[in-house]
């Protein structure tokens, strides 16, 4: 018979050619002769018919009177034990010793070979399926695709081993670990599993700590691990991974089987593997979306550039052109009294054109003079890294509410807010816009809500009223320039989106006519460089 060690036991791992109850088939260290053999490591050559083995040998088939025993060792390490039994008293005796030890270690050699091949089939298979991953991955080129990735992560992990398994993203604004994938090879899927936080069960242990925990039995949890959590009343043995490349934790790869120590060091290996792999691809995919996002704005910013540059000189020619118009107006005045000829319909006229041109003019001045300030705080302040609620601060600081106004100014931040890396005065500059905006949208007063949390790879700072809302064939067209509703030249929304994309970010809209509006600016946290600033 062979033996094995499973959990502090040696087991029977071979039987004799001859028919027996199953319940024989096991047999612990300090049962029987083999089990003497086992734990002493000596060799036994005994008549099973006498005191004191008689009082401990096992029949495994009737009439037995002689039974030799030796201990198959590796080194010092016990492989199993080789016995032999007969009818015949004191059968066995130096040689069939010496044959038996001699055949102990040939087993001993042939069970290590075999081993040794074993583990070079499976280190081949499991070096097979993380190439395949790898060239599956490498096929994935949009952020779109992402889906795709977990598909291929479970396929593979599911070919390696037929355990449950469970793929998490970490949703960083509610830093909670949100199912992406689940496959059930045992037992029945659960109708759902919610999800869960860094300080729930082994898999938010792995997520806090971002390392490997590989455990033999769940229900005896070495020191320093869990409480278990498990997906499936069934579980006993459970493989958790973080999904985790360059500090940048996306979530956690977690395999489960009902059979005590299913996992290996080398299946740890190989999850890891994988999940080194699965992170690689989403970090490429972020990476690329973030580059495209950046042409993106610099597109934008060049265009916004020209158009500023095309504006500016507009309203140049429009101070040479009209400039003259009140002079010119003089002269008229001017020849009318020389011919004392009095006409009030025609000096009415001519006020009435002063009046409009020095309107334009005015709005032209202003329009000048915003484009030409907007070039000079870009080429004047640095950033720095600040806590957006200090930003909101000096955003409302700057800010007047209109006397004996309704308006409220409630603020709203999360205590997890991330710092951020801004040109301070710019996106000041945008927030006082866009408080001043909510004010004149809530002319019975209101409520204006200052939100700031994470979103994703960036800082969400929200500007929330509770006014008229903004008309659905209005939305589209409010950051362009020129374009506005309260008959000025629509810079204030366009130079903020503008100042957005030089600080890697974005300006957005949320409104419901009758039900008040949200801007949303999109910054890019301090700690993760997104392109920076233009």
């Known amino acids: 018979m062979l033996y094995s060690q499973i959990q502090q036991d040696l087991w029977v791992a071979a039987e004799h050619n001859v028919a027996r109850d199953k319940k024989n088939q096991r047999q612990k260290l300090d049962q029987g002769i083999v089990g003497r ?14 005191h004191p083995w008689k009082d401990i040998y096992l029949e495994y088939f009737p009439g037995a009177q002689s039974e030799l025993a030796v201990p198959m060792l590796q080194g010092s390490d016990l492989r199993g034990v080789l016995n032999v039994e007969s009818p015949i008293a004191n059968n066995f005796d130096k040689i069939d010793e010496e044959l038996l030890s001699g055949l102990a270690d040939l087993a001993v050699i042939a069970l290590h070979n075999a081993e040794q091949y074993e583990a070079a089939t499976l280190d081949a298979r ?52 949100e199912i992406r994938r689940i496959s059930y090879a045992q037992g029945n899927v659960p109708f759902s599993l919610p999800a869960m936080t860094l300080q729930e069960g082994i898999t938010g242990q792995v997520a806090r700590e971002e390392r490997t925990i590989r455990v033999a039995d769940i229900q005896n949890l070495p020191p320093g691990i869990g409480p278990a959590k498990p997906s499936a009343p069934e579980t006993r043995s459970l493989l ?199 004010i004149q949208a809530m002319p019975n007063g209101g409520i204006i809500t200052l939100q700031a949390h994470n979103d994703g790879r960036y800082v969400a700072l929200d500007v929330i009223d509770t006014g008229i809302g903004i008309p659905v064939d209005v939305q589209s067209h409010i950051f362009n320039l020129f374009y506005s509703t309260k008959g000025s030249f629509g810079f204030g929304l366009w130079s903020a989106r503008r100042n957005a994309y030089k600080n890697g970010g974005d300006l957005k809209v949320e409104s419901q006519p009758g039900r008040g509006t949200k801007f949303t600016l999109l910054l890019p946290k301090a700690e993760r460089n997104i392109g920076g600033l233009q």
Do not use: W
Request: charged fraction near 25%.
């Open 37 to 50: 053999v086992a734990s002493t490591r000596e060799l036994l050559n005994v008549d099973v018919t006498r």
């Open 240 to 438: 958790v991974t973080p999904i985790l490349i360059n500090t940048r934790f996306y979530g956690t790869l977690g395999v489960s089987h009902h059979e005590i120590d299913r996992f290996s060091e080398p299946d740890e290996r190989f999850f890891e593997g994988l999940a080194r792999q699965l992170a690689s691809t989403i970090y490429r995919l972020e990476t690329t979306q973030e580059r495209q996002e950046l042409e993106r704005r610099n597109l934008a910013l060049e265009y916004m550039g020209n158009i500023g540059q095309s504006a500016f000189g507009l309203t140049h020619q429009l101070q040479g052109i009209l400039g003259i118009i009140p002079l010119m107006i003089d002269n008229i005045r001017e020849e009318l009294e020389q011919e004392k000829h009095i006409n009030h319909f025609v000096l009415e006229k001519l006020d009435s054109i002063l009046s409009s041109t020095q309107k334009v003019l005015d709005l032209s001045n202003k329009l000048r003079n915003d484009i030409a300030h907007s070039g000079d705080t870009e080429q004047i302040d640095m950033p720095v890294i600040v806590d957006p609620a200090f930003i909101f601060g000096d955003a409302e600081s700057v800010v007047t509410l209109p006397d004996e106004s309704s308006i409220q100014i409630r603020r709203e931040i999360s205590e997890d807010i991330a710092p951020i890396r801004v040109v301070i005065g710019s996106i000041i500059d945008i927030l006082r816009n866009l408080i001043e905006n909510a």
């Open 126 to 177: 499991r070096f097979r399926l993380l190439y395949e991953a790898v060239n599956k991955l490498s096929n994935i080129s949009a952020f779109e695709q992402l889906d795709q990735a977990y598909d291929i992560i479970l396929r593979i992990a599911g070919e390696h081993c037929q355990g449950n398994l469970i793929i998490r993203y970490y949703n960083d604004e509610r830093q909670v670990l």
